[in-house]
């Protein structure tokens, strides 16, 4: 069975930090696009920073410059390095990744479970 998991939210204070990561299960033969994406309470949710499988990486116009998205697939991880954190960075986080499993020829897209993040003084 394939699977995302995250984890590495928590609590902090504005201006703090937090590393998220999200791993992939084994039984999986391919990785390409990864993403966060992030959805605050009463909004919908939104992409928050993606990295090709060639290491392009974007980013919403609200975090760049604070929060870093990275990868090693032969650890099958992304990780989303997140700095000066402000309260409106609370929200649910989500990693996304298109896999291979390796019974299958074709990729297709799976979400994770979600890690809470909260910011708050």
């Known amino acids: 069975q394939v699977q995302l998991v995250e984890t590495g939210g928590g609590s902090v204070q504005p201006g703090e930090s937090l590393t998220l990561s999200c791993t992939a299960s084994?039984?999986?033969?391919?990785?390409?696009?990864m993403a966060w994406y992030r959805q605050a309470p009463g909004k919908q949710r939104e992409l928050v920073a993606s990295?090709?499988?060639?290491?392009?990486?974007k980013y919403t116009n609200s975090v760049k410059g604070r929060f870093t998205i990275s990868r090693d697939d032969v650890k099958r991880t992304v990780w989303l390095q997140m700095n000066s954190l402000k309260p409106e960075d609370t929200a649910v986080y989500y990693c996304?990744?298109?896999?291979?499993?390796?019974?299958?020829?074709?990729?297709?897209?799976?979400w994770g479970q979600g890690t809470l993040v909260t910011v708050s003084s």
């Open positions: 084994e039984g999986i033969s391919g990785i390409d696009n």
């Open positions: 990295i090709t499988y060639g290491e392009v990486k």
């Open positions: 996304n990744a298109d896999l291979q499993p390796l019974n299958s020829e074709v990729y297709s897209n799976w």
